[in-house]
């Protein structure tokens, strides 16, 4: 059975459906004001990873991610670029796409945008002020009453006392506690904004990700995932407008994946310390950054190097080493491995013991491919139905291999030198042979000599 580690409620739980085998999803996704950075990445391929074991479990599952595409920052960055916020918000939502794509992320069932929930968070805003869980001042802002919720600092495990100590009201603010946060705000000059019951104005950043996932999902529903940065006070606050909302529990399970860290700080834009997705592909195989990003536990933190990423370079050249020269036949053989990485994979989506099985199957496969070449390729087919849980290993493994020779080498002037080299070689002419091998490694090309043949590959 699968557990999933409940922030909530700090525990592996079992999991169990609210509604039979069906499964209801919602994520926490971009706000769209600049290009994805590795960060976003590694929530997109975490919840991806996710995505894809609940389906191959058998679940039938609804995964809902949203998109923030108004808040202060897209404001400020459309201003800064002389363009409407919705132009901004356009480029960045097909860039993200392209983004996705490029690391074999499946698209959401559904990708609600906030400002197409407006009407909604009017509703749900009228409905906590007649509740008394929110107030309108008279200036154009909505708040909400943070010390009415009972139940607030549930999931991150934090007091209202302690979150009072130095609190303060800004300036211009009309709350009546310095917790209180806003749920619609009052237009301001230059801002784009839409008509409300409390005057022109556009949501507040928590109020849109209630709205969106009860929408879409229902009242209730089965996880809600997002970075660990949202835990507080994004998924807190969520929780607060919902419950208060409804009467009803939110999310079943909550899912936090960790931090791209460099240096030991989050990568984040604020910091001025990201490298964007597209910026790492323009150095790395899309593959190779995957694999990066699904080979450690999607709760831990990463920390970002050109080491890691060589490193799972490293271990997918292993792979398709291994795959390299068998032929493609359905999956057959190997059941101890799919019993092992699925026990890996229910124990909370458990990525690094799931490659360790990986690895371990890369041997047997080594192992059996000069002896039985057909049980090797029926493991080789395993392994490749093992790597798309992962979204790994579904290319030709040459065109893995050979990645970026394009513009370093030309493939058929190398195809015609190893020919040559191996008539030498059956010529008994080792030193014509030698002298080859050594022009080609002058080109930065590896050869590697089985049974089966030689193959050729690009020097790291």
Known sequence: MLT????????????????????RMYVCGMTVYDYCHLGHGRSMVAFDLATRWLRKSGYN??????????????????????????????????????????????P??????????????????????????????????VYYRVGKFVGYGKLSRKKIEDLRIGARI??????????????WKGVKPGEPSWESPWGPGRPGWHIECSVMSTCCLGESFDIHGGGSDLEFPHH???????????????????????????????????????????????????????????????????????????????????????????????????????ERFTA??????????????????????????????SAAAGLAGRLRELGDV??????????FLRAGAEGKVDAAQVEGLIQARLQARADKNWGESDRIREQLTAMGVVLEDSKGGTTWRLAD
Request: charge should be negative; aromatic fraction near 8%; charged fraction near 25%.
């Open 344 to 373: 890996a994979m229910n124990d909370d989506f458990g990525t690094p013991e799931a490659c360790a099985v990986l690895f371990d199957l890369v041997r047997e496969i080594n192992r059996l491919r000069e002896s039985d070449v």
């Open 108 to 141: 959401p069932d559904q990708e609600p945008r906030a400002t197409d929930h407006i009407a909604g968070m009017h509703a749900m805003i009228q409905t906590l002020i007649d509740k008394g869980y929110a107030y309108a001042p008279g200036n154009g802002d």
């Open 390 to 399: 992962l979204g790994v290993l579904q290319l030709e493994a040459d065109d």
């Open 4 to 23: 999933i580690y409940n922030t909530l409620t700090k525990t592996k739980e079992p999991f169990i459906p609210l509604d039979g085998n069906n499964v």
């Open 170 to 183: 800004e300036v211009g603010e009309a709350k009546q506690d310095p917790l209180d946060f806003v749920l």
């Open 61 to 106: 599952l609804t995964y809902v991610r949203n998109i923030t595409d108004i808040d202060d920052k897209i404001i400020n960055r459309a201003n800064e670029n002389g363009e409407t916020f919705d132009a901004l918000t356009a480029r960045m939502i097909d860039a993200m796409h392209e983004d996705e794509r490029r690391l074999n992320i499946l």
């Open 236 to 338: 807190e606050n969520e929780i607060a407008q919902s419950e208060a909302a409804t009467g009803k529990p939110y999310a079943n399970a909550w899912m936090h994946c960790g931090m791209i860290r460099i240096n030991g700080e989050k990568m984040s834009k604020s910091l001025n310390n990201f490298f964007t997705i597209r910026d790492v592909l323009e150095k790395y195989h899309p593959e190779v950054v995957r694999y990066l990003l699904v080979a450690s536990h999607y709760r831990s933190a990463i920390n970002y190097s050109e080491d890691s990423l060589r490193d799972a370079k490293g271990a997918l050249e292993r792979f398709y080493h291994a795959l390299r020269g068998l032929p493609r036949v359905p999956a057959s053989g190997g059941d101890a491995f799919v």
